[in-house]
């Protein structure tokens, strides 16, 4: 059995970052070695399971990313869109694996993930619960069945303070759903329909964005045929699913090649839909 695997977490006292901090207490193989905070911030100093809502760890918060670096096995990063791209570089620099959580990325902007992957693995994935990964798994070749004669909507649902619209995983969904019927998402996708669009443009893919309080995150493909709807969705109750879902690719990233991964490789789903 290797040993402990030292993990990094980056905006540690995020939404995610507690969560986090919550679910890797709990996992004996997986050791929180860093917490890093934003630079300036007033909890820098405070213990990372404290400011978490757990028991004290004797870890304090620092916002030295590069220090910390040079004493962990793999960072996880759900900072905002700049400053994951900074961490990353530096992940790059001390050639150190990553796992990004962070969704808004820009064509550009992933562009620069993928550079990164060239020389450190690197798991990129909107969305990290089991439940969402299953359901793009799976979409591709549903709506390959369906076909455009199905209108696709993509609905989704997430609390007030969220940043990014439509959402990472609804992206994605989009995507799968344009890759079952050999589409291009960007050719496709309609993220805005506003005073007379007009009818429906057969085969588009429509995006639809709620916000509101504490919604944790709920998405819906809504599919539309004539004399019937298909309707497939996914509500996280709790952040700890995703938290959950980061220590695994954390986990999975032990000894791997640098290279561009995603939750599909790390829960082994693209060989199961090798075999639909
Ligand atoms: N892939 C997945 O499964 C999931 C992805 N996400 C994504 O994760 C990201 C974070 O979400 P969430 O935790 O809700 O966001 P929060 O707003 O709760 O947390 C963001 C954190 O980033 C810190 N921060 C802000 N600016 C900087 C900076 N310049 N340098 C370093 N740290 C900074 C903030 O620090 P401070 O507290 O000091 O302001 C804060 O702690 C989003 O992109 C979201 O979409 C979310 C859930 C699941
Ligand atoms: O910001 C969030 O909270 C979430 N973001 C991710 C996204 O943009 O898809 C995943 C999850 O739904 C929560």
């Known amino acids: 059995m290797a040993g402990v695997w030292r993990v990094g977490i980056t905006a540690v006292a995020g939404r995610m970052g507690r969560a986090l901090v919550q679910a890797i207490v709990a996992h004996p193989e997986l050791q929180l070695v860093a917490a890093i905070g934003r ?34 096995d793999v960072l996880i990063e759900f900072g905002p869109v700049e400053a994951a791209l900074a961490h990353i570089a530096a992940c790059v620099a001390a050639a150190k694996p990553v796992v990004v959580g962070t969704t808004g990325f820009s064509v550009d902007q992933r562009a620069e993930l ?13 969305n990290m619960s089991v439940g969402v990964n299953v359901l793009l798994a799976f979409l591709p070749a549903i709506s390959a069945v369906l076909g455009e004669g199905y209108d696709v909507e993509i609905v989704e649902a997430h609390h007030r303070h969220k940043m990014d619209a439509p959402s990472g ?71 700890l699913n995703f938290a959950e879902g980061a220590l695994r690719a954390a986990s999975w990233l032990r000894n791997r090649a640098p290279n561009l991964y995603d939750m599909q490789d790390v829960l082994g789903l693209k060989d199961l839909t090798a075999l639909q």
């Open 39 to 72: 630079s300036g911030a007033a909890y820098l100093g405070e213990d990372a399971g404290r400011l978490a809502g757990v028991q004290a760890l004797g870890l304090p918060v620092t916002a030295d990313l590069v220090g910390a670096l040079a004493d962990l």
């Open 114 to 126: 993928e550079n990164a992957s060239r020389h450190i693995p690197l798991v990129l994935a909107p």
């Open 169 to 239: 995983t609804a992206l994605a969904l989009g995507r799968a759903v344009a890759t079952g019927r050999g589409q291009r998402l960007d050719e496709v996708q309609c993220l805005d329909r506003n005073g007379i669009p007009g009818p429906r443009m057969a085969g588009s893919i429509g995006f639809a964005t709620l916000r509101g309080a504490d919604v944790v995150g709920e998405h819906t493909v809504w599919m539309a045929g004539t004399g019937e709807r298909l309707e497939l969705t996914h509500r996280a109750s709790s952040r």
